[in-house]
C-alpha cells in the first residue's frame, strides 16, 4: 500500500491467551474479552481469542495468526518466572524489530500499582507490518498495558503500514 493511499477496512488483530488451566477448561479466560472489548473499541476487527497451553502452542496461535496479516496480535500471560511461562521465549524468534520503549512503559505502568509488575518479562516488536505484544496474564495488568499503548496504537499502525508522518 502507498502511504498515500487510503487504508482498505478496518484492521485486523488477534489476540493469543497462554493459560494451561484456561486452555483445559478449569477456569474462564478473563483477560481476553478485556483485550478484545478495546481492540473494538479502536475500530479492529478481531479474530476469536486463541486461549491455548503456556509453551510452543503461543508461538504456534501466534504464527498462525501472521498468516492472516493482522494489524497487532497481543498476547497475554506467560510472561512471568514460572517454569511453563514462556510467551517470551516464543515471540521473540518471530519478531523483526524490538520496540523496547512501549515495554519499559508497560512494566512502568504496572509497577506504580504492584512492584510485580517488574518481573514480566514480556516482548513488544514488529513482524512484517504486524505489531506483536505481550501482556501480563492478569486482567489489571492487561488494562495497564492496554493504556499505555492506548496513545500510541494508531500510530505505530500507521508506521507499519507506509506512512511517515510524525
Known amino acids: 500500500m502507498n502511504a498515500c493511499e487510503p487504508r482498505r477496512g478496518p484492521r485486523k ?10 486452555a ?51 498476547t497475554s500471560g506467560g510472561t512471568g518466572l514460572s517454569p511453563d511461562d514462556r510467551t517470551p521465549e516464543v515471540t521473540l524468534p518471530l519478531l523483526d524489530r524490538e520496540i ?19 518481573l514480566s518479562r514480556g516482548h513488544a516488536g514488529t513482524a512484517g507490518k504486524t505489531f506483536i505484544v505481550n501482556l501480563p496474564g492478569s486482567p489489571k495488568g492487561v488494562m495497564d498495558g492496554l493504556a499505555v499503548l492506548d496513545p500510541v496504537i494508531a500510530h505505530l499502525c500507521d508506521q507499519l503500514e507506509g506512512s511517515h508522518d510524525h
Not at 100 to 118: C, D, H, N
Open 13 to 22: 488483530a488477534g489476540v493469543v491467551i497462554a493459560s494451561n488451566r484456561a
Open 100 to 118: 523496547p520503549g512501549l515495554m519499559e512503559g508497560i512494566r512502568r505502568a504496572g509497577a506504580a500499582k504492584t512492584p510485580m509488575a517488574m
Open 24 to 74: 483445559a477448561g478449569i477456569y474462564e479466560d478473563k483477560s481476553g474479552p478485556v483485550i478484545l472489548d478495546w481492540l473494538v473499541e479502536h475500530g479492529y476487527e478481531t479474530f476469536p481469542v486463541m486461549v491455548v497451553p503456556d509453551g510452543e502452542p503461543v508461538g504456534a496461535a501466534i504464527r498462525a495468526l501472521l498468516t492472516q496479516e493482522p494489524a497487532v496480535v497481543i
